[in-house]
């Protein structure tokens, strides 16, 4: 593991995460110099007690997702590729492996926790939907062939309303299809992209501007259904939280 570690002003200059107590900030950095060459600490209470830090702060560094936290107790550095370029003779992957296959990397490089892995949707039970067609969407998951899903239109439609330039990668693709193996169809992709344009734009979520989220490894991930038949907020009604600071 490197003995040096980096940190872009992207990240650490922004008022988002100077709005935090000093003990937050302070952990943060304790953090990053404790994580491993793909920014994985695997004692971040042991990290905080050396700080000085208190539960609070780390709580404070997961609503404001600057760690991604797992339920192993292994956190990883949302930023951190961002932060940090090693060079491969000096890189060496990271233990936790698991945990690292339970993300993905953004285009601008931050990591996301893919909270459902489409490769076992059959074992996921989504509340709201009757067994029967659970066990429809399991039976014919792998029946469903790519040519039938409409990755570029959906795409570019979410890319008509939120003026975003959105590619089909496939980071995005297997969000689409893991929804589209659940017999949802375009009307219902383009009914979210909708709903959440409608409830979003020109509001604030934690101190940044919501329309961060209106990306596809959110409108389309484990909440899709939620989004689909919910009710557009009206503009004075105030933003639901989760209970890490994401939006419903």
């Known amino acids: 593991m490197a003995q040096r570690r980096m940190f872009s002003k992207k990240i650490v200059e922004t008022d988002f995460f100077m709005e935090m107590s000093p003990t937050a900030k302070l952990l943060y950095f304790y953090l990053n110099m404790s994580a491993d060459d793909d920014g994985f600490v695997g004692n971040p209470k042991t990290i905080k007690l050396i700080s000085g830090a208190t539960d609070d702060d780390l709580k404070i560094l997961i609503a404001k997702q600057f760690i991604i936290p797992f339920d192993s107790g292994v956190i990883v550095i949302k930023d951190w590729k961002i932060h940090n370029y090693i060079q491969k003779d000096r890189y060496n992957q990271t233990q936790y492996l698991d945990e690292k296959k339970q993300l993905l990397v953004e285009e601008n490089g931050t990591y996301t926790k893919c909270i459902q892995d489409v490769s076992s949707l059959d074992t996921q039970v989504r509340l709201g939907k009757s067994k029967d067609r659970l066990g429809k969407s399991n039976n014919n998951m792998s029946d469903k062939s790519d040519d039938v899903i409409p990755y570029s239109e959906i795409i570019s439609y979410l890319n008509e309303k939120t003026g975003r330039s959105f590619r089909t990668t496939e980071a995005h693709k297997r969000f689409i299809k893991a929804r589209w193996n659940e017999d949802y169809k375009l009307d219902d992709f ?43 907020m009206r503009q004075e009604q105030a933003q639901p939280y989760d209970d890490l600071g994401l939006p419903f």
Do not use: C, R
Request: proline fraction near 7%; avoid cysteine.
């Open 190 to 232: 383009k009914k979210v992209v909708d709903n959440k344009v409608a409830d979003w734009t020109g509001k604030t979520i934690n101190g940044q501007p919501a329309e961060k989220y209106l990306q596809p490894s959110t409108l389309f991930g484990t909440k899709f259904d939620n989004y689909l038949n919910q009710t557009p």
